[in-house]
């Protein structure tokens, strides 16, 4: 294993939820590349594998919703990273509603925000989406143990695509 290998490795970074809507079509994945990454303006990059139903439907949309679970969601969690749109209908089985600017937002996941694509960006097997924050949701009562879902989380979820080249 290289030292960078190992490097990444150790990072243990917050897991999102990201849904996009064009026309008829939605779709969600389950996110480990994202990060806020301007203070002013506020943006906020979201990297989309291009194995994914949601990258093909987020490069035909203007906005995505990014949604923060809690380490307690695992199964949320699981059900958009261990499925395919490909083969299945992410939507079919759980609550959720149309949101500021036709976004799809998920019941279960009372953080989140709406952003403008404002650029796309590759990066190889992944594609940043910069977000421009349009709204926002973020409770602000929380039990005193609230943690974000985390990488080290997810241990258990196969990807429901393969990671190119890997």
């Known amino acids: 294993m290289s030292a960078v290998q190992e490097f990444l490795d150790r990072l243990d970074y917050p897991m999102y939820v990201v849904t996009a ?4 079509q939605r779709a969600g994945c389950l996110v480990g590349f994202a990060s806020q990454c301007s203070m002013v303006p ?9 194995a994914n139903r949601t990258y093909r439907v987020a490069c035909s949309a203007d906005f995505l919703a990014v949604h923060l679970l809690s380490r307690a969601q695992y199964e949320l969690a699981a059900h958009f990273g ?4 490909d083969e299945v209908d992410k939507f079919a089985d759980i609550a959720w509603r149309e949101g500021p600017a036709g976004t799809v937002l998920l019941d279960e996941a009372p953080d989140w925000f709406v952003g403008r694509v404002e650029q796309r960006t590759d990066g190889g097997d992944h594609v940043g989406f910069l977000l421009s924050p349009l709204e926002a949701a973020a409770p602000r009562r929380r039990a005193p143990d609230w943690q974000p879902f985390r990488l080290s989380d997810s241990e258990g979820i196969e990807a429901g695509h393969p990671v190119p080249g890997a």
Not at 82 to 85: A, E, N, S, Y
């Open 21 to 24: 809507a064009a026309g008829d």
């Open 42 to 50: 506020v943006r906020f990059m979201v990297w989309l594998s291009t």
């Open 82 to 85: 261990g499925r395919t749109g």
